[in-house]
């Protein structure tokens, strides 16, 4: 189906969502919030990463609202997997932390909006209509895919000036293996439990660090940490200098 069949076959249906959140009590309050919007119908509910990337697989939502502090997988893996294999799926990312380079990095892994979860009603509401036809929402602003580009490289450009590239958002395999090691798993422990070799780890350690510019294991933990990337109750120290 040609983006324009999908747009026309839309507008003439309600938006169908999924909901991700490991809180039943934020889900319960969502779908109940949406259901009464005529427009709008919540197809299922998720309460972590993987079962959310299954249920897109299945039921084909056309916005799926997204916790990005999840067991399993984080909201930027989910989005960044979704979006790899269904790019007509819109990601409203939901978070507790409001910063321009979380901002940045949800965006560019596939995010069509990012939002607090202090959200008014219907604001979301209309969001959620905005990413549904194709738009993208970064605070009060809508963009096109085309301006979206153009606003990416400008943040880009402010926040890391010349060093833009060296920090783009982490592949689903680093932030794998960033969450490893934040709760402490040594390199071959991760080898072992990700099923890759030690050397390829060790590669990704290094990439990791490059791309979130700091000087070791425990410094790109505690970044995770911070921009909620990972849960407080998953962190354990990680091993410095470990070259097991």
């Known amino acids: 189906m040609s983006l324009e069949d999908r747009s026309a076959s839309a507008a003439s249906r309600p938006i169908a969502l999924l ?3 490991d809180h039943p009590l934020m889900r319960g309050g969502l779908r109940k919030l949406i259901e009464l919007e005529a427009d709008m119908k919540v197809l299922a509910e998720a309460g972590n990463g993987e079962d959310a990337l299954q249920l897109a697989q299945r039921l084909q939502p056309d916005v799926v609202l997204l916790d990005i502090n999840l067991p399993t997988l984080n909201g930027l893996e989910v989005t960044a997997r979704l979006k ?3 790019r007509h799926i819109a990601v409203v990312l939901l978070t507790a932390h409001d910063q321009t380079e979380q901002v940045l ?3 560019q892994v596939g995010a069509s909006a990012y939002c607090t979860k202090g959200v008014e009603a219907e604001r979301l ?3 959620i209509r905005e990413v549904a036809q194709g738009n993208y929402v970064i605070g009060e602003r809508i963009y096109t895919p085309q301006a979206l580009q153009t606003w990416l490289e400008a943040q880009r450009h402010s926040l890391w000036g010349d060093e833009s590239d060296r920090h783009a958002p982490l592949s689903p395999r680093e ?3 960033l969450r490893c090691v934040t709760r402490g798993l040594h390199n071959k422990a991760i080898a072992q439990e990700l099923g890759i070799s030690h050397q390829t780890v060790r590669n990704h350690i290094t990439s990791i660090l490059t791309k979130l510019n700091v000087r070791g294991r425990t410094q790109a933990a505690v970044y995770a940490l911070k921009r909620g990337w ?4 998953e962190f354990n120290p990680p091993l410095e200098n470990e070259n097991e």
């Open 19 to 21: 909901i991700v959140d």
């Open 230 to 233: 990972v849960r407080a109750d």
């Open 84 to 86: 790899a294999i269904h």
């Open 105 to 107: 990095y949800a965006m």
């Open 175 to 177: 932030m794998e293996i």
């Open 125 to 127: 509401f209309r969001i």
